[in-house]
């Protein structure tokens, strides 16, 4: 029955007439049941007028409330100050949801109701959370309210549980229920491809406003913990997406806690998202390069064509994505397998050498004849200052490349947080390779004047020239016979092929980390003459050689230096610039022969280092091995993590 408004506040001035009648010891006795309550609520219609002078509605469907999860409470349980019917004149209602839900909580807990209790701890959480969340705060309109209660998203009489028709039906209402505040979000939100699935469809699996926005810790989204939070709610429906998006440098800032690049809204839109093969969509290729070019002002037409979310697992799709990740695992797979068991063969052939005493082949010399307390010099200042400086800029690279790299391990944020943001970690990333890059280049001119001088009469595949020759293929096949004991150990010259892989390697990570690093370094320059899924390419390639540079510099190097039997723990040569001359008779013994043969071994000697400069070099040295130990078991962990998720 639907009872008129002129009627409704007829009864309502009835009922507090009769009030006034009433003793009141009587109507503190009454105990009001829903029944009672629904007399005059259950009318359709049933309102009091407001304080603006419009209708306040307060009709209650009695069979709706019923079938809800407070349909079994007494009306009063929640109205405590409506203590007899009629109300008393001027009474302000008030509801408490967060102090009955905490009282039942507790009352559950003490009484041992363990499923009771477990439920109104979900709740009793879900306040927790409300009340720190922005719906909580006092409204900027009216100071004396708050954003949102319970009540005006929930409608308290209506709370149906969760796998039920009722309730599917609330969540297909929520865009309406948030609307009532946020018209203009409701607005857009009715036109994008979510919002037709949901208000039209009725596809209660689409997303609604809860979806993106969290349901009780509903923070502003000029926040940055509300933007990568919606992030991760994109997640719940888009994993892949997800997963492709913090593969690239935007999604990996994010990862670090920084909301600053690029996140779904950024490209795709917030309320208005399309469909991608909609021409409204900001992404669609029409309207990529202008979406684009919101954050990177200089993007040209290159840039429509990188692809954010390209996996490496799908050849059909991204062809050159896929080719590049499997060219480098099979690099990568290449490199370690010979190295690793190279290195592992080494060290079982040379330890066992060593515990049987037995002898190494060497130039067989009066020592008498030997200078004593002196030393052969092989690395002059430039050398050393150089490689000091080579060996800190790699370190630096390592260290700042490898926190973005695997931005979701614990050390990377530790690393960030020393830094104080990614920023100021990519700026010392781009100082490092300044430095490598000037030493590598300023190396290049040293070397190009020596042979310019030389030119009539320089060797390229002389003993003292870097230049691989057969000699390094006899040497290493002699090598394998020495592990194997099927042979002497061989006698190298001035430079071991092992010696000879390390400096062209460098060359080699020149061209693929640095030419890599400056396509994403300068990507306007890029995009400008390269198509844009050269940047996919380059990500992983940059990515992924830095690893091989890394893991090999702290394994392969470290053990042919510092590590292996004859050497361990610490080769201070790099440091000091020279070696033990006995040490260099056995290391470089046919150089050792052809100088002596020659007369020129005494131009290459010199004093033994100080006890400063021999105390000061090994800390040092320590110093270095420590910290690349240190970013090697960062490293392994982030490549195991990232190969163990796929």
Known sequence: MRVPVPATWLISAAIGIAGLLMPASESAAQVLENDTCLGCHGNEGFSVPGADGKPRQLHVLGDRFGKSVHGKRLCVECHQNITAVPHEPGLQVKVSCVGCHESQWKSARLEDRAKEAERMGVVVQQIDRYMKSIHARPSREDQSRTNATCYNCHDAHYVYPPGSEARAEWRLNIPNTCGKCHAKQRGDYAKSVHGKAVLEDKNQYAAVCSDCHSTHDVESPARTSAKLAIVQNCGTC?????????????????TLGYAYTAKCYDCHGSHEVQRVTSPNSTVHPENRLNTCQKCHKDATQGFVT??????THDFARYPQVWIAYKSMIALLAGVFLFFWSHTALWFYREYRERQERKSRPHVVADDTLQPQGKQFQRFGPVWRAAHLAFALSVMMLVLTGMAVFFAETAFAKV?????GSPKAAAFAHRVAATIMLGIFFLHLVVVAVRIGRNLGTWDWFGPVSLVPNWQDLKDAIAMFKWFFNLGPRPMFDRWTYWEKFDY????????????????????????TFLPGWLFNVATIIHGEEAILAAVFLFTVHFFN?????DKFPLDTVMFTGAVPLEEFRREHALEYKRLVASGELSRHLVDAPSEPMTLGSKILGFSLIGFGLMLLVFVMTGWIGHAATG
């Open 306 to 311: 990188f692809e954010p979310h390209a996996t």
């Open 561 to 565: 230096n510092h590590f292996r039997p």
């Open 238 to 254: 888009h994993a892949d997406s997800l997963k492709t998006y913090t593969g690239t440098y935007h999604g990996q800032v994010g």
């Open 415 to 419: 690393v960030i947080a020393v830094f």
């Open 504 to 527: 062209w390697a460098v060359f080699w990570g020149m061209a693929i980390i640095g030419g890599s690093g400056m396509m994403l370094a300068f990507p306007a320059a890029t995009a």
